[in-house]
């Protein structure tokens, strides 16, 4: 305990104390009654939308200058034209918007030991950063380094994080499926009385989409039809659904730091006393 509560303590000091504004946000809205999450849905949908395309944009758009670098002269017109303009940013906000609607329905329905996940996820964020940031010093310009950080940073947590909550799925105890229809199974274990708000269709949806994903792999496993599409069918439902939340928490998190933290301070200043003490 007293390990976790030193790594939060370094966090904050680095430059990360929004992380812990967050994960309590994060937390509250996984635990509001159905009526208040139901009010407050649309604007947590837009906020979490803005954090996770502050993120998204970033990164497309340092692909796009270094692209733009390749092959365009600094003095060409083009290079303000092809930059990124609307339809980028269009793109970017119906994927963040996808995101943000998958990892808002999916964080009132994760069992509380899959917390503890997420909240190594924000300390291993904090503290891998800084670490790398360091070490990108003597190589990258000092205004890209902490956005190719945050690049960097993105697949393998993300990743890692995926792998964690597929593996807390399959622990998990489940409800015995085995020998019962398809219809049978969503009606006999899908929670009613969640209201008719938006919110709580989102999640009689995800809710029906865990129960197909239990249905298809238990009883493919029971029947011996292993190569059967029906247990692809359940395979590909359990790290499609755990992905697209891990790949929404962790472009939250980059989003977060983007727009309301400034990278680790005082790291640009020491990048440039570097590259400028460089032969």
Same mark, same amino acid.
């Given at each position: !305990? %007293?390990?976790?509560?030193?790594?939060?303590?370094?966090?904050?000091?680095?430059?990360?104390?929004?992380?812990?504004?967050?994960?309590?946000?994060?937390?509250?809205? =996984?635990?509001?009654? =159905?009526?208040?999450?139901?009010?407050?849905?649309?604007?947590?949908?837009? /906020?979490?939308?803005?954090?996770? $395309?502050?993120? =998204?944009?970033?990164?497309?758009?340092?692909?796009?200058?270094?692209? #733009?670098?390749?092959? /365009?002269?600094?003095?060409?017109?083009?290079?303000?034209?092809?930059?990124?303009?609307?339809?980028?940013? #269009?793109?970017?906000? $119906?994927?963040?918007? $996808?995101?943000?609607?998958?990892?808002?329905?999916?964080?009132?329905?994760?069992?509380? $030991?899959?917390?503890?996940?997420?909240?190594?996820?924000?300390?291993? #964020?904090? %503290?891998?950063?800084?670490?790398?940031?360091?070490?990108?010093?003597?190589?990258?310009?000092?205004?890209?380094?902490?956005?190719?950080?945050?690049?960097?940073?993105?697949?393998? %947590?993300?990743?890692?994080?995926?792998?964690?909550?597929?593996? #807390?799925?399959?622990?998990?105890?489940?409800?015995?499926?085995?020998?019962?229809?398809?219809?049978?199974?969503?009606?006999?274990?899908?929670?009613?009385?969640?209201?008719?708000?938006?919110?709580?269709?989102?999640?009689?949806?995800?809710?029906?989409?865990?129960?197909?994903?239990?249905?298809? !792999?238990?009883?493919?496993?029971?029947? /011996?039809?292993?190569?059967?599409?029906?247990?692809?069918?359940?395979?590909?439902? /359990?790290?499609?659904?755990?992905?697209?939340?891990?790949?929404?928490?962790?472009?939250?998190?980059?989003?977060?730091?983007?727009?309301?933290?400034?990278?680790?301070?005082?790291?640009?200043?020491?990048?440039?006393?570097?590259?400028?003490?460089?032969?």
């Amino acid at each position: !305990m %007293l390990d976790w509560m030193s790594a939060g303590r370094q966090a904050w000091r680095g430059g990360h104390g929004y992380l812990v504004v967050m994960m309590v946000a994060l937390w509250l809205w =996984s635990l509001a009654g =159905s009526p208040l999450a139901g009010w407050l849905f649309l604007p947590a949908l837009v /906020l979490t939308t803005q954090l996770i $395309v502050a993120g =998204s944009l970033e990164t497309a758009r340092l692909r796009r200058r270094a692209w #733009l670098g390749q092959y /365009l002269r600094g003095e060409s017109p083009w290079q303000r034209r092809l930059r990124g303009g609307i339809l980028m940013a #269009l793109r970017h906000q $119906v994927a963040g918007t $996808v995101l943000a609607l998958v990892l808002l329905v999916k964080l009132r329905l994760l069992p509380p $030991v899959a917390w503890p996940l997420l909240l190594a996820t924000a300390l291993g #964020l904090a %503290l891998v950063a800084r670490w790398l940031r360091r070490r990108l010093v003597p190589h990258v310009i000092g205004e890209r380094l902490v956005p190719v950080s945050r690049q960097l940073l993105t697949a393998p %947590l993300a990743c890692l994080l995926a792998l964690a909550l597929v593996g #807390l799925a399959l622990w998990l105890p489940q409800p015995w499926l085995v020998g019962l229809g398809w219809e049978e199974a969503v009606a006999r274990h899908l929670p009613g009385g969640r209201g008719g708000s938006l919110l709580a269709f989102f999640e009689r949806l995800a809710g029906a989409a865990e129960i197909t994903q239990a249905w298809a !792999m238990q009883n493919a496993v029971e029947r /011996l039809r292993l190569g059967t599409p029906v247990a692809l069918l359940g395979w590909l439902m /359990l790290l499609a659904t755990q992905g697209a939340v891990a790949w929404a928490y962790v472009r939250l998190l980059l989003g977060a730091e983007a727009l309301l933290g400034a990278g680790e301070p005082g790291q640009s200043g020491v990048a440039h006393r570097r590259q400028g003490n460089a032969p």
